[in-house]
C-alpha cells in the first residue's frame, strides 16, 4: 500500500471517528423523542409546629435524541401549622445545544444564557447501581447513595427522590410517551422580552448569594452538605442528637423563614390600613376596595381567598371591625419576638 493511501485512510479514520465521536455525544437520551408527565410530591415535619406538604405536576419533553429539551413544572408549597405558609412555583424553560431559556414569571421577561461546551450532566454521578423498578409500565434501572434515589431509563430520569431528617421530595413519572411527535412547541413560553447573560460576567446582585425559591432546591443542596459532614466524621443520620438535626431542618426551612418575617410585619401594616379605610367608609363596595392590598397579601399566608365583604352595615360593620382590632392587637404583641427571632424554630414559637 503506497504512502498517500495510507495517508488518505488514516485520515477516512480518524474522520469517521470524530463524526461517530460528534453524534454520539449529542445523545443525551437514547431515545430520539419523547414526553414524560410527572406527579411531584414531598413534605415533612420541620419544627415541633411547623409541617411542610409538597404537591405538583412537571412535564420533560425532547427530540434529536436530548439536543433539544422542554421542561415545566407548577408545585405548590404549603406550610402550616403556627407558620402558616403558601409557595407556588411555575417553570418553564427551553434548552438546546447552544443556550437555554428560563421564563421569569415573575418579572415577565425570559433569561436567555449560553449553554457552555464539554459540560456534561451525569444524573447518575456519585449513585451506585441498585437493581431495578417498574415505573409508569418502563423497567428503569435504579441508582441510589446518601439518601437520593433515581430511576432512569435510556438515560431518562423517570423517578427522581431524596431526603433527610425526615423530610421528602419526589418526582416521578407517570405517563410516559416515546419515539411519537409530541408537538414540542406547545410549551408556551410567554413573548417576554429576552434578557441576555454573558456566560462569566457578573455585577453585584448576582454575586450576593440567593436562597433558592423552591424547597426541592434547598432540600438537595443541604442534603449534599449534611451527607458530605456525615462521610467527613464517618457517621450516619442515627448518629446526631436531636440539636443538631434541629439545626440541619433550620437550614431547610430557611428560606421559608426569611420569607415569613419579612411578609408579616408588612401583614400587620396592611391590616391597619385597612381598619383605617373601613372606618371611613359607608358602603358595601368601598369597604372592598380597602381590602384590595391586604387581601393579595393574605393568598400568600393561606388558601382562603373569599375575603369579601358583603354587608356594611349595623352588626355585620361592627363584627368586621372587632375582628381587625383582635388580629393587630394579636400581631402587634407578637412584632417584637418576630423581629428577634434568628431561625423557623424561633418564629414557631413566637406565633404560638
Known amino acids: 500500500m503506497s504512502l498517500y493511501i495510507k495517508i488518505i485512510s488514516l485520515l477516512f479514520f480518524i474522520g469517521s471517528s470524530i463524526s461517530l465521536y460528534a453524534s454520539t455525544e449529542q445523545k443525551k437520551y437514547d431515545i430520539q423523542l419523547g414526553m414524560i408527565e410527572y406527579v ?18 412537571g412535564k420533560l419533553r425532547f427530540k434529536e435524541w436530548g439536543a433539544v429539551e422542554l421542561f415545566e413544572e407548577a408545585v405548590e408549597e404549603v406550610t402550616s401549622g403556627t407558620v402558616k405558609n403558601i409557595e407556588t412555583t411555575q417553570v418553564c424553560k427551553k434548552i438546546n445545544n447552544k443556550q437555554k ?8 421577561k425570559i433569561l436567555e444564557r449560553k449553554v457552555p461546551k464539554g459540560i456534561k450532566n451525569n444524573i447518575t454521578e456519585g449513585l451506585v447501581k441498585k437493581g431495578h423498578e417498574i415505573i409508569a409500565g418502563y423497567n428503569c434501572d435504579i441508582w441510589k447513595n446518601n439518601g ?42 410567554p413573548s417576554y422580552p429576552v434578557q441576555k ?46 440539636q443538631q438535626k434541629k439545626v440541619w431542618l433550620q437550614k431547610i426551612g ?13 401583614f400587620l401594616l396592611s391590616m391597619q390600613k385597612a381598619r383605617v379605610c373601613l372606618q371611613q367608609v359607608s358602603q358595601w363596595i368601598e369597604a372592598n376596595t380597602c381590602l384590595e392590598d391586604l387581601r393579595q397579601l393574605k393568598t400568600q399566608f393561606t388558601k382562603d381567598k373569599d375575603s ?15 375582628t381587625f382590632d383582635e388580629n393587630i392587637l394579636i400581631l402587634e404583641s407578637k412584632m417584637k419576638c418576630i423581629r428577634a427571632t434568628q431561625n423557623i424554630t424561633d418564629l414557631s414559637a413566637c406565633m404560638k
Open 40 to 57: 411531584i410530591s414531598g413534605g415533612g415535619v420541620l419544627t415541633n409546629e411547623t409541617n411542610l406538604t409538597i404537591n405538583g405536576k
Open 101 to 108: 431559556l428560563d421564563v421569569d414569571f415573575e418579572n415577565k
Open 148 to 189: 437520593i434515589r433515581k430511576c432512569i431509563y435510556k438515560g431518562v430520569p423517570l423517578l427522581v427522590e431524596y431526603g433527610m431528617l425526615g423530610m421528602r421530595y419526589q418526582k416521578k413519572a407517570v405517563r410516559v410517551t416515546l419515539d411519537i411527535n409530541t408537538s414540542l412547541n406547545q410549551c408556551t413560553i
Open 197 to 242: 447573560f454573558a456566560l462569566f460576567k457578573t455585577n453585584l446582585k448576582t454575586k450576593s448569594k440567593k436562597l433558592p425559591k423552591e424547597f426541592s432546591k434547598r432540600l438537595l443542596e443541604i442534603s449534599k452538605e449534611l451527607q458530605t459532614e456525615l462521610q467527613e466524621n464517618n457517621i450516619t443520620e442515627a448518629d446526631l442528637t436531636v
Open 254 to 266: 430557611e428560606n421559608i423563614f426569611q420569607k415569613q418575617k419579612e411578609l408579616l410585619p408588612q
Open 308 to 322: 369579601n365583604i358583603d354587608s356594611w352595615r349595623g352588626e355585620e360593620k361592627e363584627k368586621v371591625l372587632d
